[in-house]
């Protein structure tokens, strides 16, 4: 699950155009991210490797300094001393967090995926596993939006943090919170059924993983129509989406994914497509028979195995019914009950699938806080106008009463013009 981006934050202004082309290679590599559990390790191991050393760097100098004060000050303390003694106060201000979600709240599983896709949430059956997986166990998580520009310290998407620790590879980080927080899915299986599930896990994962791998890095067009991706929303760029998906396709089949090299390098590559959906068949028939007419493959309850059968059947699942591929054709008119399967854990663990697939939302599963009551808004404003009605209707009535009063002074005047008029014309 590895890729040749580095952990480091998205440069801005001039590089602008560079940057969009490598968040549109970062976005080639969902496929690869999400499916290639140990390549790349070497890239990963230097990032570690660097991340140590400058931590050894950070340390060693404090520590030189401290010493050499300590040798210097003797019984009298110095000036010198007293500057030496800072240092190291100095170099703890610089040390940088280890953890992007330096704010985290106790106990809280944040998640590094990627993003939403109009048909299912992950097009990474690595990060969509860790996901159920969190679901099923009850675990409180939050998914971080990074856009695609964060990898775990092995270069890995998915990772997780908790409690200011991160946590890397899908199996291991399933494995790490089962036993923090006793949330093992497999605690009621016996040993043969824990064999048959491991057995099943590393089919799905090493084989028809690459299987689903193989028709994607051949038919990158479809891949996209299939999934509905919008690279836009994916890679939050602006760049219009022709030039964005003329990128996906030159990386993903040049730099990045490096075409069919890697498929082939895991061996299905040499053969036919043909061939490679036929391997896919067997493994799907396989997955059917040991399922039979049970709701999850050891009972009534799920298990790992459910999470990683869901995680990958869901990519050949739902996929748009335009776009032809033989699996998901085979799948549904051979294996049933793994479609009624997919349903399943579909309706268990993501009861909000719509708002996730048409919100494109990475947290619908989080209550959202009440938008500034709408109510008390109205009310505010009903009391405004009553209190403006109020108002001018005050207004009027002062206005009235001002006419009136002039009314009444003109009326007097008037009386006595209309008299003085009567007697002129009398006297004459």
């Known amino acids: 699950m590895a890729t040749e981006t580095e952990n480091k934050p998205v440069v801005a202004g001039e590089e602008e155009k560079k940057v969009e082309q490598q ?4 976005t ?7 499916t290639t559990a140990a390549g790349d390790k070497a890239a990963g191991g230097e990032a570690v490797a660097g991340g140590d050393t400058a931590d050894k760097k950070a340390e060693e100098k404090p520590a030189g300094e401290s010493a050499a004060a300590g040798g ?3 019984d009298g303390a110095t000036s010198s001393d007293a500057t030496a003694a ?3 106060a100095k170099k703890e201000k610089e040390v940088k967090p280890t953890v992007h979600k330096v704010n985290f709240e106790k106990d809280v599983v944040y998640l590094y995926q990627f993003t939403r896709t109009p048909m299912l949430p992950s097009i990474s059956p690595f990060c969509l596993k860790v996901e159920t997986w969190l679901r099923l166990a009850g675990l409180k998580y939050e998914n971080i939006d990074h856009k695609l520009k964060l990898r775990s310290k092995k270069g890995q998407l998915p990772f997780v943090e908790v409690n200011g620790e991160e946590i890397a590879d899908s199996t291991i980080i399933m494995q790490e919170l ?5 949330k093992d899915l497999d605690a009621a299986l016996t040993q043969e059924q824990r064999n048959i599930a491991h057995a099943m896990i590393s089919m799905l994962e090493n084989h028809l993983v690459w299987v689903v791998l193989s028709w994607r890095s051949k038919n990158t067009e479809q891949m996209l129509k299939g999934y509905k991706i919008n690279l836009q929303h994916a890679l939050g760029s602006r760049l219009p989406n022709a030039l964005l998906n003329f990128f996906f396709k030159f990386q993903f089949s040049r730099k990045c994914f490096q075409g069919a090299k890697k498929v082939k390098a895991q061996g299905l590559g040499v053969h036919k497509p043909e061939e490679v959906e036929e391997f896919g068949r067997k493994d799907l028939k396989v997955l059917s028979e040991l399922l039979a007419d049970k709701p999850f493959f050891f009972g009534d309850e799920p298990t790992t195995l459910d999470c990683v059968a869901f995680s990958v059947l869901a990519q050949i699942h739902f996929i748009l019914d335009e776009v032809k591929y033989g699996l998901k054709e085979f799948m549904q008119e051979n294996c049933p009950n793994l479609v009624g ?3 399943r854990i579909k309706e268990r663990c993501f009861p909000d699938w719509e708002d996730i697939c048409t919100k494109l ?6 209550p959202k806080p009440e938008p500034e009551t709408k109510e008390n808004k109205e009310g505010a404003d009903t009391e405004k106008t009553a209190e403006q009605d109020k108002n001018e209707s005050e207004k009027e009535l002062e206005k009235d009463n001002s006419n009136e009063k002039s009314e009444k002074k003109e009326e007097p005047e008037k009386v006595v013009e209309e008299n ?4 002129e014309a009398a006297a004459k």
């Open 23 to 26: 968040a549109a290679a970062a």
């Open 28 to 34: 080639a590599t969902t496929v690869e991210a999400a």
């Open 72 to 74: 210097e000050g003797g």
């Open 86 to 88: 800072t240092a190291p």
């Open 178 to 182: 089962a036993t923090r927080y006793d």
């Open 341 to 343: 399967h997919v349903s």
């Open 361 to 366: 939302d990475l947290n619908a599963h989080i």
């Open 420 to 423: 003085k008029e009567k007697e």
